[in-house]
C-alpha cells in the first residue's frame, strides 16, 4: 500500500470517527447546559460546565476506542452499533456521578439517560453513511497470503473472509521457496499487502524487511517466540544492544498492587452481588432440590492445582463431562434458571471467592481444567508458558477470543496479555469485560452469516467449557 493510500484511509477514519464525537459532545452540551448547569454548587459554576464537557470528549474517545464503536475499517454495522451502545452507557452513567459530585446530591437521571438515547440515535445515523465514506475514499487492498502448511492457509483465509470490504485475495504463495521468488510473485499479482501466515521465522524476517523495502503492508501471525522477543527488554553488554528475555515476572510495584485491586474489586463485587447470589441459591435449590454449587478443579501459576466453585446450571445427574460441543439455546443438559445464568455468566460469581483467596485474579489467562491443560500442553509444548502467571476471571482470550478461536491462537492472546501485563493493560481489560458479559452468546456466527467446520465446531465447544 502506498503511503498516500495509507494515509487516506487513517485521515478518513478520523474525520468520520470525529464527525459522530463532535455531534454528540454538542448534544451532551446543549443537555447538559440546559439541565444540570443551573444545579451546580457555587464553587463549580464557572467552570462546571466546561470541566464536563472535557470530561466527557475523554470518556468518550477512550471507550469509544476501547469497546470498537469508530472501528469502520474492520467491524460490521451491527457490531459499531452494539460497541456505541455499550460506550454511551458507561460514559453517561460515569458523567451522572460527576454531575451528582458537582450538584453535591442525587440529580433527576432522565436528563442523562436523553443523553444516551441521543447518542445512540445519532450512532445509527451515522454509521451507514461513516461506512459508505470509507468505501468509497478507502480502495480494498490488493492482499496475498503467504503460507507453509495447509492448516495455516486455512486459518488465514478464513480471517481475511470476514473482512471482504478490506481485503482482496488475489493470490497465495506457498512459503516453501526463496525470498527473491516470492517477491517476483508478489509483483506480479501487484500486491499492496501480504498476510505472513505463522511460517518459519528466517524466511519472515527477510519477507518483512524486502516487504518494508517494496512499500508493501505486511500482516504478520505471530507465534510464541515473536510474543516473548516483543515482551524483551533492551540492555547493552560491552557497548552493545541485546534484547533480555525472562520468565513472566511482573515488577514489585505492579505485583503489589495487583493484588491490591483483585482484593479491593473482588469485595466490592461480592458486596454488591451478594443479594443476586443468594436469590439464584434459592432458585436453584427450589427447581430440583438439587445442589446449588458445582465444584471443579483448575490450573493456575506454576500449574498449581485449586477447586473453584460455580453455581450448577445443568439438571441434577447428568453428564456434565459430555464434550460434544451443544449451544447455550439447544443444550438439553441446562435447567431454565442455568440456560440465563450462563447467558449473562452469572453462574461464575462464586468464582470472586477464588480471587479473595488468591487462586484467581480479576485478570489473567482462562483457568482450565487439569486433564484439559495437559492435553493441550502435549500437542503444544509451548502450551505451558502460559502459567507463567495467575488464571484470572478475564482476560484477552475471553474478551476477545471467538468460538471458533483455535488452541494456538487463544495461546497467542494468552502470551500477548503475558508479555505486556500493567495496570493500565489490566484495566482496559476489566472494562472490556463489560461489553463481553452482555454479548449475546453466538453473535459472531450470525453476523459472520457462514457455517463452521467440524474443527471450527470443536475449537468452539473447548473455548466455552
Known amino acids: 500500500m502506498s503511503l498516500i493510500k495509507w494515509r487516506k484511509?487513517?485521515?478518513?477514519?478520523?474525520?468520520?470517527?470525529?464527525?459522530?464525537?463532535?455531534?454528540?459532545?454538542?448534544?451532551?452540551?446543549?443537555?447538559?447546559?440546559?439541565?444540570?448547569?443551573?444545579?451546580?454548587?457555587?464553587?463549580?459554576?464557572?467552570?462546571?460546565?466546561?470541566?464536563?464537557?472535557a470530561v466527557c470528549f475523554w470518556l468518550y474517545i477512550y471507550l469509544g476506542r476501547l469497546y470498537g464503536a469508530f472501528w469502520l475499517k474492520i467491524s460490521r454495522i451491527s457490531e459499531i452499533i452494539y460497541a456505541n451502545i455499550v460506550t454511551n452507557v458507561i460514559t453517561g452513567g460515569i458523567l451522572y456521578i460527576v454531575a451528582w459530585i458537582f450538584i453535591r446530591h442525587l440529580p433527576n437521571i432522565l436528563p442523562m439517560m436523553l443523553i444516551i438515547c441521543l447518542w445512540t440515535v445519532m450512532a445509527c445515523v451515522w454509521v451507514k453513511p461513516a461506512i459508505m465514506v470509507m468505501n468509497h475514499y478507502c480502495a480494498v487492498e490488493r492482499m496475498?497470503?503467504?503460507?507453509?502448511?495447509?492448516?495455516?492457509?486455512?486459518?488465514?483465509?478464513?480471517?481475511?473472509?470476514?473482512?471482504?470490504?478490506?481485503?482482496?485475495?488475489?493470490?497465495?504463495?506457498?512459503?516453501?521457496?526463496?525470498?527473491?521468488?516470492?517477491?517476483?510473485?508478489?509483483?506480479?499479482?501487484?500486491?499492496?499487502?501480504?498476510?505472513?501466515?505463522d511460517i518459519p521465522t528466517d524466511l519472515k524476517n527477510e519477507l518483512i524487511k524486502r516487504c518494508i523495502m517494496e512499500n508493501i503492508a505486511t500482516y504478520v501471525q505471530p507465534n510464541a517466540g515473536?510474543?516473548?522477543?516483543?515482551?524483551?527488554?533492551?540492555?547493552?553488554?560491552?557497548?552493545?544492544?541485546?534484547?533480555?528475555?525472562?520468565?513472566?515476572?511482573?515488577?514489585?510495584?505492579y505485583t503489589f498492587f495487583k493484588r491490591i485491586l483483585d482484593v479491593l474489586l473482588g469485595t466490592i463485587g461480592l458486596i454488591i452481588s451478594g443479594p443476586v447470589m443468594l436469590i439464584i441459591a434459592v432458585l436453584i435449590k427450589i427447581y430440583d432440590q438439587g445442589p446449588v454449587f458445582v465444584k471443579e478443579q483448575r490450573v493456575t501459576l506454576n500449574k498449581r492445582v485449586f477447586d473453584i466453585y460455580k453455581f450448577r446450571t445443568t439438571k441434577v445427574n447428568v453428564n456434565i463431562r459430555d464434550t460434544a460441543y451443544k449451544s447455550l439455546y439447544t443444550d438439553d443438559r441446562l435447567t431454565p434458571i442455568g440456560r440465563f445464568l450462563r447467558r449473562f455468566?452469572?453462574?461464575?460469581?462464586?468464582?470472586?471467592?477464588?480471587?479473595?483467596?488468591?487462586?484467581?485474579?480479576?485478570?489473567?489467562?482462562?483457568?482450565?481444567?487439569?486433564?484439559?491443560?495437559?492435553?493441550?500442553?502435549?500437542?503444544?509444548?509451548?502450551?505451558?508458558?502460559?502459567?507463567?502467571?495467575?488464571?484470572?476471571?478475564?482476560?484477552?482470550?475471553?474478551?476477545?477470543?471467538?468460538?471458533?478461536?483455535?488452541?494456538?491462537?487463544?495461546?497467542?492472546?494468552?502470551?500477548?496479555?503475558?508479555?505486556?501485563?500493567?495496570?493500565?493493560?489490566?484495566?482496559?481489560?476489566?472494562?472490556?469485560?463489560?461489553?463481553?458479559?452482555?454479548?449475546?452468546?453466538?453473535?459472531?456466527?450470525?453476523?459472520?452469516?457462514?457455517?463452521?467446520?467440524e474443527e471450527e465446531e470443536n475449537n468452539f465447544g473447548q473455548a466455552n467449557t
Open 144 to 197: 496475498v497470503i503467504i503460507y507453509d502448511s495447509s492448516a495455516n492457509y486455512h486459518n488465514g483465509k478464513n480471517i481475511l473472509s470476514r473482512v471482504t470490504w478490506r481485503f482482496k485475495v488475489v493470490g497465495e504463495i506457498c512459503a516453501g521457496q526463496n525470498v527473491a521468488s516470492v517477491m517476483e510473485q508478489l509483483n506480479i499479482f501487484h500486491a499492496e499487502a501480504v498476510l505472513l501466515c
Open 226 to 253: 515473536d510474543y516473548l522477543i516483543n515482551s524483551a527488554k533492551s540492555v547493552q553488554i560491552a557497548n552493545m544492544p541485546f534484547l533480555f528475555c525472562q520468565r513472566a515476572s511482573g515488577s514489585s510495584f
Open 345 to 453: 455468566r452469572l453462574n461464575e460469581l462464586p468464582k470472586l471467592v477464588n480471587v479473595l483467596k488468591g487462586d484467581l485474579a480479576i485478570v489473567g489467562p482462562r483457568a482450565e481444567e487439569p486433564k484439559e491443560a495437559l492435553l493441550h500442553e502435549k500437542e503444544m509444548p509451548e502450551y505451558a508458558l502460559k502459567f507463567q502467571v495467575k488464571a484470572g476471571l478475564t482476560g484477552y482470550v475471553q474478551i476477545f477470543g471467538r468460538y471458533s478461536t483455535s488452541l494456538a491462537d487463544r495461546l497467542q492472546m494468552d502470551l500477548m496479555y503475558i508479555g505486556q501485563q500493567n495496570l493500565a493493560w489490566d484495566m482496559k481489560m476489566i472494562l472490556a469485560t463489560i461489553k463481553v458479559i452482555f454479548l449475546p452468546e453466538g453473535l459472531d456466527l450470525v453476523l459472520d452469516g457462514r457455517v463452521f467446520t
Open 9 to 53: 484511509r487513517e485521515i478518513t477514519t478520523a474525520f468520520c470517527s470525529m464527525a459522530l464525537v463532535i455531534i454528540n459532545i454538542l448534544i451532551f452540551y446543549l443537555v447538559w447546559e440546559k439541565y444540570y448547569s443551573p444545579l451546580y454548587y457555587s464553587r463549580f459554576f464557572s467552570i462546571g460546565r466546561y470541566a464536563a464537557t
